[in-house]
């Protein structure tokens, strides 16, 4: 569906159905967000509050992030110069880059909600002064 021109986005609308889609624990999907910028955006303030979040951004933050835990590969398929190891050395250096991505996405999504506030501020401020 579409709203406005834009494709709509599953939404997950709780700490529940986060922990649910990670299939992880309520407390494991709440450290995540602290320690390893888990995108999961806040209504409101408070520890309480409640708390929503996009799939997509879901599934990117767990392509990019490295937090959850990858398979190993066999001892056989680590030998330098194989089309298999130069594979593994490429996936490596797009996760390396898509995390850098991610990283950047993030800090300029901080940036720009602190730039709208500030904006925001700015239009209260000339509110008042206008008589």
């Known amino acids: 569906m579409h709203q406005n021109g834009k494709p709509s986005q599953r939404v997950l609308n709780s ?8 299939d992880r624990g309520v407390r494991t999907v709440q450290r995540w967000e602290h320690q390893f910028g888990l995108p999961v955006r806040h209504l409101g303030k408070g520890k309480r509050g ?5 799939v997509t ?3 990117f933050w ?3 992030s490295g937090v959850l835990p990858r398979t ?5 398929e680590r030998q330098p110069g194989t089309p298999i190891e ?3 050395r490429l996936m490596s250096n797009m996760h390396s880059l898509a995390q850098s991505l ?3 996405t993030l800090q300029q999504r901080k940036q720009a909600e602190l730039l709208q506030r500030r904006i925001l501020e700015v239009r209260d401020r000339m509110k008042q002064i206008s008589p």
């Open 86 to 88: 130069q594979s593994r």
């Open 57 to 59: 951004e879901l599934n």
């Open 15 to 22: 700490w529940k159905e986060i922990s649910s889609y990670l």
């Open 72 to 76: 190993p590969q066999p001892i056989a």
């Open 62 to 64: 767990i392509a990019t």
């Open 50 to 54: 409640p708390v929503y979040a996009f």
């Open 102 to 104: 991610a990283n950047a």
